[in-house]
């Protein structure tokens, strides 16, 4: 298998800058461009950059289609802790992407697994996905499949580890330990699965900090195993890695 590419850039910033100048590559190459893309702190300087090539350079998401990877299960769609809120905050409202071309899981479906096909379906019936860009937790997970014993192909609901409801939600952390029922919210999530991702024709996986070395490191040059589902990448013939100085130093 073809190796992937890998970027360490100096910093947060210059790694956003280069992601996105990947990202609108594939949009002005592709007339009718199809996006499977993250949420996370990781993604927000990604989006900036964009929204600034939107305003400044002619970056039209006119032809754009996009797919979000994942979303809580139950929640309304104008939760502030949703990725829907997150991704109009930080993309969707500021680009001329059409109204109708921007998808995610609907948390509220009546049938969870009337909603997986649904949108399994709707990925195939865009012509499937020309770049996934992904993040990674510091525990290797990519969208939401969490490491496990186990990895499912297509798109399903997925239990949050603990590791990443905390640090998903630091402040509801702190509640949680007087009322352990806040656990129970944001606990499942909708997200794409392992086989969705390797199908796109181009992943590119950005990631920053120190937290996040190690795992990054074990997907590149581990073994490929459930245990961190970001070494499944290994699999794909056409990856590229943005890295932060932080994230990546190792691979100098
Ligand atoms: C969340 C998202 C992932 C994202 C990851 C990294 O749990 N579901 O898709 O890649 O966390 O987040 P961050 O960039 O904030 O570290």
Not at 52 to 79: Q, W
Request: proline share 6%; net charge negative.
């Amino acid at each position: 298998m073809k190796p992937p590419t890998i970027h360490v850039e100096a910093d947060y910033d210059a790694m956003a800058r280069l992601g996105a100048t990947i990202v609108a590559g594939v949009i002005r190459q592709h007339s009718r461009a199809v996006l499977a893309l993250p949420t996370g702190s990781t993604s927000v300087g990604l989006y900036r950059e964009l929204v600034r090539m939107h305003r400044n350079d002619g970056l039209s998401f006119e032809g754009v289609t996009a797919f979000n990877l994942d979303e809580y299960v139950g929640i309304p769609k104008d939760d502030p802790e949703g990725y829907h809120v997150f991704m109009r905050h930080n993309l969707f409202d500021h680009v001329d992407i059409k109204p109708d071309s921007w998808h995610l899981p609907d948390p509220l479906a009546a049938s969870p697994g009337a909603e997986v096909r649904r949108y399994e379906n709707l990925i195939d019936d865009a012509g499937g996905i020309d770049l996934a860009v992904l993040g990674v937790g510091a525990n290797g997970h990519i969208a939401f499949n969490e490491p496990g014993d186990t990895l499912t192909g297509s798109t399903h609901v997925a239990q949050l580890t603990d590791d990443t409801w905390t640090r998903n939600f630091p402040a509801l952390a702190a509640q949680r330990v007087a009322n352990p029922q806040v656990r129970a919210r944001y606990a499942d999530a909708y997200t794409v699965g392992i086989g969705t991702i390797l199908r796109a024709r181009h992943i590119l996986l950005l990631a920053s900090g120190q937290a996040k070395s190690a795992v990054v490191a074990g997907a590149i040059r581990g073994a490929v195993t459930p245990q961190n589902p970001a070494s499944f990448l290994q699999l794909h013939a056409n990856t590229t890695f943005v890295l932060d100085n932080a994230a990546g130093n190792w691979a100098l």
